[in-house]
């Protein structure tokens, strides 16, 4: 069965800095793309940052600078850096998982976790 477990969330101040993981299993492997995308109340689902097998990255303009994303292939977990945390970065955190590459659109991918969530103070 596949499973996508996020982990890291929190409540932290302006400023801070924090590192989501999400671990992978049931199936998914190093040949597919993992991605983080953020859900605030109200808005919709938007991409933060993608990852393929290759190495290759990708993010959305408005995410980049403050948004590293990583992965761990032996540990089969890909992470999310956070750095300088807005309180307009609150909101639920989900890990995406794609047998293909695919553009940070949230219907294009395949699997998902629960998510966790991230709450910023000023």
């Known amino acids: 069965q596949v499973q996508l477990v996020e982990s890291g969330g929190g409540s932290v101040q302006a400023g801070e800095s924090l590192r989501l993981s999400c671990a992978a299993s049931?199936?998914?492997?190093?040949?597919?793309?993992l991605a983080w995308f953020r859900q605030a109340p109200g808005k919709q689902r938007e991409g933060v940052a993608g990852?393929?097998?290759?190495?290759?990255?990708r993010s959305s303009i408005s995410m980049k600078g403050r948004f590293t994303i990583s992965r761990d292939n032996a540990k089969n977990t890909v992470y999310l850096q956070i750095h300088t945390l807005e309180p307009e970065d609150t909101a639920m955190y989900f890990c995406?998982?794609?047998?293909?590459?695919?553009?940070?659109?949230?219907?294009?991918?395949?699997?998902w976790g629960q998510g966790t969530q991230v709450t910023v103070s000023s």
């Open positions: 995406a998982a794609a047998r293909t590459p695919q553009p940070l659109i949230s219907p294009l991918w395949d699997y």
């Open positions: 990852l393929d097998s290759d190495g290759s990255t």
């Open positions: 049931g199936g998914i492997d190093s040949t597919y793309s």
